[in-house]
C-alpha cells in the first residue's frame, strides 16, 4: 500500500478519535422519553472501584448533590441519569428514572427514599411529578400528582425538600408549596413575582428550619426573607451578594449558630458566601483557592456531610470546611476518553486517555496523573521490566515517551517513521512494538538501543492494534479501511496465522485493541464500531464475543496473569473490568 492510500485509512481511523471530542447525547435533543407503564428504567449495580475512573466524584456534571442516610450520597447529571454512590465517590448504582424527561431537583429523606421532581415531556403543561425511588432505583409512586392541582396550573416543582415529619417542599416560580406525606398541598409561600414584602423576585432557594418556618433567597435582590410556617411573612434583612444581580442562587443553607451559607452563580462568576444573621460577611470562595481558575455559572450544587460543604462544580466535587470555610479537597475528573490500558508486575494500572496517563493501584484507585493532560491522545501505553512506562501520543507522533513509575518524564525515543502510532506493547525480552496507522507500520526497538526498525513488513496493511505474548509471537489489529482481521507474527516477523477474518468470527469494521490471556492464550479483540468484545482460541478459532450494555466505542484491552480483561471504554471515560466468561467485575 502507498503513503497516500495509507493516510486515506488513517484518516478514517482518526474520525473514531476524534468523535470522544465532540460526541454528544442525542436523547438531550430528540423527543420524549417513554412514559412510566412502558419503560422500566435503565438499571446499573456497582460495588467497588471497577469502572476506573467511573463518574461518580468526578467525570460527570452533577446536579443536586445531596448527602443520603448511610454514608451515600446522591446526584443527577444532565442526561438525567441518578448515581447512587459512598461517601468516597464509588459507585453503588446508577439508574436513569423511566419516564423522565427533565430533573428539575432531587432530594433524599432520612429513610433514604429519592424524590425527584421534574416532567416527563417536552412541554411539561400538565406532565409534572414528585417521584419516589428507593435507593436501587425502584420506582415507589407519586408522592405529589399535580393532575389533582389543574395540572397546567401549577408551575414545574423545582428543588424539593423533605422535613423529618414527611412535609414535601418545592419551589414553583413564584411560590414555595408545601405537602403534607400523602402529597395534599397544606401552605404556600409567596405569592406573586415581585419585590414586595412575601414577594419573590425570579428563581429562589430556600431552607426550611425545624419549626417549619422558611428563608428565601432570590434571583434579583439582596433580600433574605424570613417566613412563618403557617405562611406569612415574618421578616428580612439584606444579605452580601457577592455576584451582581441577577446572579442564580441555587443552595442556601443555615447552620444551628445562626450564619447563613449561599452558593450564587451567574457568567463566568460563581460563588459559595458565608454571612451572619444580619447580613455581615463571614467569607466568601471563588474558587481560585483550589489552584485553578474561578467558578463560573456551572457552579452545581451544594450539601453537607461529616463537616464539609460538598459544592458541586462541572465534573468536580470540591470541599470545604464547615467552621470557617476552608478549602480541604477536590475530587478531579479522572479519565476523559481513555484509549489504552496496561498493569505492571506489582498490579499497578496506567490507563492512556486524553486528558494525561493515570496511575491506579491495585485496588483501582486513582494514584496520580502525568504527561500531557490537555490535547494528547494517548493511544497505547507499555511497562518495561524495570518499571519504566512507555507511552504514545497520537497528537505528537514520532516519539515514544517516558516515564518513571512515579510519572517523571525520562526523556523519548525517537521514531521518525511514526505518523500516527495507534498501539504500543512490549515483549519478555524488552522489545518494544508501536503499530503505526500514518505509514510507520510495525516498528520494533530494542529498549537496549532505543534503534527503530521495521518489523513483518509488507505482511499487513495498516496496523492497529498491537500486543506481544509470553510465547514470542506478536499479535495485530490489521485495518484496511473498512474491515479489520487479526494477525499473529512469529518473533522474526514472519506471518504465523490470521484469525476473524471469516464465518462467524469474522471481525469486520474497527477493532483497534487485541490483547491474549498470558496463560491460556485466549485472545480477546475490542470492537470500536460493533461496541463488543469478540474471544478467540490461541490457535484463532472463533469462541464467542460479549458486550456491555453501557460500552460505547471501547479501544483499548489488556489481559492480565488472573484471566480478569481490563477496557478502556473510550466514551463512557472509564476502563471496565471483565472476568474471562465476559462477567463485568467491579472488585
Not at 464547615?322 to 476523559?336: N, P
Request: proline content about 4%; some cysteine.
Amino acid at each position: 500500500m502507498n503513503r497516500g492510500t495509507s493516510l486515506k485509512v488513517f484518516t478514517a481511523l482518526c474520525m473514531l478519535f476524534l468523535l470522544g471530542a465532540c460526541t454528544i447525547n442525542a436523547e438531550m435533543f430528540g423527543g420524549a422519553k417513554d412514559l412510566l407503564s412502558e419503560d422500566p428504567g435503565n438499571q446499573l449495580t456497582l460495588k467497588g472501584q471497577f469502572p476506573l475512573g467511573d463518574p461518580a466524584f468526578s467525570g460527570e456534571f452533577k446536579n443536586y448533590v445531596t448527602a443520603a442516610p448511610g454514608n451515600r450520597f446522591v446526584f443527577a447529571t444532565f442526561d438525567d441519569d441518578v448515581y447512587v454512590t459512598t461517601d468516597a465517590g464509588v459507585i453503588i448504582k446508577k439508574f436513569t428514572p423511566p419516564g423522565v424527561t427533565s430533573i428539575s431537583g432531587l432530594t433524599v429523606d432520612s429513610n433514604g427514599v429519592i424524590y425527584i421532581t421534574g416532567s416527563y415531556d417536552p412541554n411539561p403543561n400538565d406532565t409534572r411529578f414528585i417521584r419516589k425511588f428507593d435507593m436501587d432505583g425502584n420506582y415507589l409512586g407519586e408522592a405529589v400528582t399535580y393532575t389533582d392541582e389543574g395540572g397546567g396550573a401549577v408551575a414545574l416543582p423545582e428543588n424539593p425538600y423533605v422535613a423529618p415529619d414527611g412535609s414535601i417542599y418545592v419551589s414553583a416560580f413564584s411560590q414555595i408549596r408545601k405537602y403534607n406525606a400523602a402529597g395534599t398541598l397544606q401552605t404556600t409561600y409567596g405569592s406573586v413575582q415581585g419585590t414586595n414584602d412575601g414577594e419573590f423576585q425570579g428563581t429562589h432557594t430556600f431552607f426550611v428550619e425545624s419549626d417549619g418556618s422558611i428563608y428565601v433567597a432570590d434571583t434579583w435582590s439582596d433580600r433574605l426573607q424570613k417566613f412563618n410556617a403557617n405562611g406569612t411573612f415574618n421578616s428580612k434583612f439584606t444579605w452580601p451578594r457577592q455576584v451582581p444581580a441577577p446572579s442564580i442562587v441555587t443552595s442556601l443553607m443555615r447552620e444551628s449558630n445562626g450564619d447563613f451559607v449561599l452558593t450564587e452563580r451567574m457568567g463566568g462568576d460563581g460563588r459559595i458566601t458565608s454571612f451572619d444573621g444580619a447580613g455581615t460577611l463571614k467569607w466568601t470562595r471563588d474558587g481560585t483557592e483550589r489552584g485553578s481558575a474561578k467558578y463560573d455559572s456551572n457552579l452545581m450544587s451544594l450539601t453537607k456531610y461529616n463537616g464539609f460543604y460538598y459544592l458541586g462544580y462541572r465534573d468536580s466535587l470540591v470541599l470545604y470546611n464547615v467552621a470557617d470555610g476552608t478549602f480541604f479537597k477536590e475530587y478531579k475528573k479522572m479519565l476523559s476518553n481513555p484509549f489504552s490500558v496496561t498493569r505492571n508486575k506489582d498490579g499497578f494500572f496506567f490507563v492512556g486517555a486524553g486528558n494525561g496517563l493515570h496511575k491506579f493501584n491495585a485496588k483501582g484507585e486513582w494514584q496520580l496523573t502525568f504527561g500531557s493532560t490537555s490535547g494528547a491522545m494517548y493511544s497505547g501505553v507499555a511497562v518495561s521490566s524495570d518499571d519504566t512506562v512507555y507511552a504514545i501520543d497520537i497528537v505528537n507522533p514520532g516519539k515514544v515517551f517516558k516515564y518513571d513509575i512515579n510519572g517523571n518524564s525520562l526523556g523519548f525515543l525517537a521514531v521518525p517513521t511514526s505518523a500516527a502510532p495507534y498501539g504500543l506493547s512490549i515483549d519478555k525480552n524488552d522489545n518494544l512494538f508501536v503499530a503505526d496507522g500514518g505509514g510507520g507500520g510495525l516498528i520494533k526497538i530494542p529498549l537496549a538501543t532505543g534503534v527503530p526498525a521495521a518489523f513483518a513488513a509488507g505482511q499487513y496493511t495498516i496496523p492497529a492494534g498491537v500486543s506481544c505474548q509470553p510465547d514470542g509471537t506478536v499479535l495485530i489489529m490489521d485495518f484496511n479501511g473498512a474491515a479489520s482481521i487479526g494477525k499473529r507474527f512469529n518473533a522474526d516477523g514472519t506471518l504465523a496465522d490470521t484469525f476473524g477474518n471469516a464465518g462467524p468470527g469474522t471481525i469486520g469494521g474497527t477493532a483497534l485493541g487485541v490483547t491474549a490471556d498470558p496463560t491460556s492464550g485466549r485472545i480477546y479483540v475490542a470492537h470500536a464500531t460493533a461496541n463488543k468484545i469478540m474471544v478467540y482460541e490461541s490457535n484463532g478459532d472463533y469462541v464467542t464475543d460479549f458486550t456491555n450494555a453501557d460500552f460505547n466505542q471501547p479501544f483499548g484491552i489488556y489481559a492480565d496473569s488472573a484471566g480478569d480483561i481490563f477496557v478502556a471504554d473510550q466514551l463512557n471515560n472509564n476502563v471496565k473490568k471483565f472476568k474471562s466468561d465476559g462477567t463485568m467485575a467491579t472488585e
